[in-house]
T-cell receptor, first 115, second 109 residues
Framework: NAGVTQTPKFQVLKTGQSMTLQCAQD?????MSWYRQDPGMGLRLIHY???????DQGEVPNGYNVSRSTTEDFPLRLLSAAPSQTSVYFC??????????????FGPGTRLTVT | AQRVTQPEKLLSVFKGAPVELKCNYS??????LFWYVQYSRQRLQLLLR??SRESIKGFTADLNKGETSFHLKKPFAQEEDSAMYYC???????????FGQGTRLTINP
């Protein structure tokens, strides 16, 4: 299994440009999430999905859109990039077993710079 | 609101010394807590979870509901323990985590 994969690894955008960060998992996990990692802020949840066709907002959703058309893929779209969106983005997938066991698996991250 | 606090952004100890990374949480329900670690140039990975009551790589963490804490401890630090450590809280019944700000641990030789 490849686990959770993310593309691209690095990206530089100009203010106002749009782009999509790709995330895929091959573990058949129901749940997927997007986080951004900023120094001193930890990881903050942007959007998450509990299954195909179902998404919800996290802590910092503004400026980002998501969709979940398949179990495997969970792309994150930046509609109009701003310098404040310069960050490292992590995608994660997770499972639950009998409502108790729970683990999130993370992708390698995408480092985004907006100039 | 749920919150996880890691009061130390940076922690530096010498090899062989004990290490404790602090984590406090704020949550009115029944918490499920985790420690995640990110080694240099590697992805974030689960280190341990409180419900397993396990020791991983010599690390342990005990949930103290009275003090709302979940501190990570290791009696003898090793250089390979240098990494970024995140404490995380899973809200009951939810499939998302609330992370602390992270602590960068450096083990000096």
């Amino acid at each position: 299994n490849a686990g959770v994969t993310q593309t691209p690894k690095f990206q530089v955008l100009k203010t106002g440009q749009s782009m999509t960060l790709q995330c895929a998992q091959d573990m058949n996990h129901e749940y997927m999430s997007w986080y951004r990692q900023d120094p001193g802020m930890g990881l903050r949840l942007i959007h998450y999905s509990v299954g195909a066709g179902i998404t919800d907002q996290g802590e910092v959703p503004n400026g980002y859109n998501v969709s979940r058309s398949t179990t495997e893929d969970f792309p994150l779209r930046l509609l109009s990039a701003a310098p404040s969106q310069t960050s490292v983005y992590f995608c994660a997938s997770s499972y639950s077993w009998q409502g108790r066991t729970y683990e999130q698996y993370f992708g390698p991250g995408t480092r985004l710079t907006v100039t | 609101a749920q919150r996880v606090t890691q009061p130390e952004k940076l922690l530096s100890v010498f090899k062989g010394a004990p290490v404790e990374l602090k984590c406090n949480y704020s949550y009115s329900g029944s918490p499920e807590l985790f420690w995640y670690v990110q080694y240099s140039r590697q992805r974030l990975q689960l280190l341990l979870r409180h419900i397993s009551r396990e020791s991983i790589k010599g690390f342990t963490a005990d949930l103290n509901k009275g003090e709302t804490s979940f501190h990570l401890k290791k009696p003898f630090a090793q250089e390979e323990d240098s990494a970024m450590y995140y404490c995380a809280l899973r809200i009951q019944g939810a499939q998302k985590l609330v992370f602390g700000q992270g602590t960068r641990l450096t083990i000096n030789p």
